[in-house]
């Protein structure tokens, strides 16, 4: 059995964990990320391991809502969990460029 983790940035690792495998799961969606980051095939496992790569992940999947729903649908999130994972995961790395909306 697993442990539970209720650490919020350990559960937004996580959420971001999963987003790049949503995208490594489909070669177009793949290659666009890759082209994006920078970062080559051959180097996308050891780049996994570094947080703000993972935060990439994360804005590559949100950034257009089909991809985040279609990404939230396949690991049973709301997609609302997937954008607070995002801002958990930038609070805690002190990303200045994701802002919320306020009222």
Request: no cysteine.
């Amino acid at each position: 059995m697993k442990k539970p983790v209720h650490n919020p940035r350990e559960v937004a690792e996580i959420v971001a964990i999963q987003a790049l495998s949503f995208v490594a799961g489909d070669p177009e969606r793949l290659g666009l990320f890759l082209a994006e980051t920078g970062v080559g095939p051959e180097t996308l496992r050891n780049a996994a391991s570094d947080p703000n790569f993972l935060l990439s992940a994360l804005d590559f999947v949100m950034r257009d809502d089909a991809t985040v729903k279609a990404f939230a649908s396949t690991a049973e999130l709301h997609p609302t969990n997937v954008a607070a994972a995002r801002q958990v995961l930038g609070d805690a790395l002190g990303d200045p460029s994701w802002e919320r909306d306020v009222p």
